[in-house]
């Protein structure tokens, strides 16, 4: 089975791209799912039809469905929220802001991804297609599984067994209610489950993300803060797409000055991601939506190519034996905004406000950095 996750800033056509992307691999005779974690869905307005949270068949092939990150949350967490609301609640207060409280950024597309993960492991389709949230939300989503467990794992730390047997004295003399099982089964659940979904996600011959983006600068800025941030957590972009790319004839006349601008983009664009395939979407006479619209464009776009393959595939991380150091990978990263600090066997690098654990490889276990230098995209360490 294949994930396909796309991304981008908002507006970028990122709902279009997955539809598209859908419709070509499902008239290639697959399975496919098509899914929005986007808490604003617009998947059914690119299908002009209408979906729920539940698989609705659209063609031969081709499903869709917006995910409920409301219902996916009470699911996954309402036994552990509840616990919160009352300990927030105890001194009195406001139950509506104890539920404003309990709204962390970020945490309904993560129980969003958890959807993705039942839906992968129920292996009922062959390809799942992902329209995710803006970029923002995205990153966010993509850390939480590795945070919010080590986060559960400092806050609760105490055992079933620890609160049967001195939790009524606890309970009776600190006034503080003590969780029952249900609290620690939706622990154990999301600890679970979290981990499952790193794995999936971090498994480059499964899930790929590609990111959408259109020839202005102010957008390739994001792609590529969202290009390397996506790195920086070890996830696998494998092509660009270049959408509202308007026809020489649309920029005659009027907007003839912006031919120049539109050219210049283009070719920053082919520079900053050479390595990466790279799909150019011109900008439509009609609307993108209803499944014939989208059909062709997905032809167009994937005309020499599986949409279906993982389309490139880079190390993010290795060892350079010659330069004895490890080598990794974050382009379009600034020499000035990064940092690095080691942690005994963990590396941690931070590019801007973003900050990633690496463990150290076994061949340099035990050892200190001794340098560091950062050239064509490789921050390289020593030991």
């Known amino acids: 089975m294949r994930v396909i996750i796309y991304t981008g800033k908002g507006g970028v056509g990122k709902t279009s791209m997955a539809a598209a992307t859908a419709c070509k691999i499902a008239k290639n005779g697959k399975k496919v799912l098509v899914m929005s974690t986007d808490q604003a869905h617009s998947l059914g307005d690119s299908f002009d039809s209408k979906i729920s949270k539940v698989p609705t068949q659209l063609a031969d092939n081709l499903y869709a469905m917006e995910i409920d990150a409301v219902h996916e949350s009470e699911k996954s967490w309402g036994n552990l929220k509840d616990y919160f609301k009352k300990l927030l609640t105890l001194k009195g207060g406001s139950g509506i802001e104890a539920e404003e409280l309990l709204v962390f950024p970020g945490l309904e597309e993560l129980f969003s991804m958890f959807k993705i993960l039942d839906v992968y492991e129920s292996g009922e389709y062959d390809t799942i297609i992902v329209d995710c949230a803006p970029t923002g939300e995205t990153l966010a989503l993509l850390k939480y599984p590795e945070r919010l467990s080590g986060m559960l794992k400092k806050i609760l730390p105490v055992k079933r067994a620890a609160v049967k047997s001195v939790g009524t004295v606890v309970e009776n003399v600190m006034k503080i209610p003590m969780p029952e099982d249900s609290v620690f089964d939706d622990i154990e659940y999301l600890m679970d489950k979290m981990q499952r979904l790193q794995e999936l996600m971090l498994n480059k011959e499964v899930v790929s993300l590609r990111v959408v983006t259109t020839p202005e600068k102010i957008v390739m800025k994001e792609a590529k803060r969202n290009f390397t941030c996506l790195y920086l957590y070890h996830y696998n972009v494998d092509a660009m797409i270049v959408n509202h790319i308007y026809p020489a004839k649309a920029m005659e006349g009027y907007f003839n000055k912006w031919i120049k601008l539109q050219e ?69 990263a600034d020499k000035e905004e990064l940092r690095l600090e080691q942690d005994k066997n963990e590396l941690v690098v931070g590019v801007r406000n973003e900050s990633r654990k690496f463990p150290v490889p076994v061949e340099f276990a035990e050892k200190e950095i001794t340098g560091a230098k950062f050239e064509d995209g490789y921050l390289k360490i020593k030991f």
């Not at 050479?274 to 006479?285: C, D, G, M, N, T």
Request: net charge negative; with cysteine; aromatic share 12%.
């Open 264 to 332: 210049d983009a283009l070719q920053e664009i082919k520079e900053s991601f050479s390595e990466v395939p790279r799909f150019y979407v011109e900008l439509q006479k009609q609307e993108l939506r209803t499944l014939d619209v989208l059909g062709k464009v997905g032809d167009s776009v994937f005309e020499e190519v599986d949409p279906d393959d993982v389309l490139f595939k880079e190390e993010i991380y290795s060892i350079d034996k010659e330069e004895k150091c490890l080598k990794i990978y974050l382009p379009f």
